[in-house]
């Protein structure tokens, strides 16, 4: 995926965590790259995660166990409740 197919992903997951947590979650675009991006939580630089993006899956690298939130094409219904399991 290049950076502008990448960056449509990424805002779809930052809203669904701002949904979630009730927060101000945007991309990092200074760190946005194909199949790779941050989010910054409240204004703090890297605090909503560092995602890549294997095999179709959205992959929050930041968690010890590489928690999967969802798939490029989930909706933001889904990556909530993804996220709360």
Do not use: H, W
Not at 28 to 49: K, M, P, Q, R, V
């Amino acid at each position: 995926m290049n950076t502008t197919q990448t960056l449509e992903i990424a805002l779809n997951y930052a809203l669904a965590i701002s949904i979630y947590d009730g927060a101000e979650c945007n991309v990092n675009i200074d760190t946005l790259e194909d199949n790779s991006f941050d989010l910054d939580l409240d204004g703090e630089e890297y605090d909503g995660g560092t995602y890549i993006i294997e095999n179709g899956n959205v992959i929050n690298v930041s968690l010890p166990n590489r928690k999967v939130y969802g798939t490029i094409n989930s909706s933001i219904e889904e990556i909530i409740n993804n996220l709360s399991n």
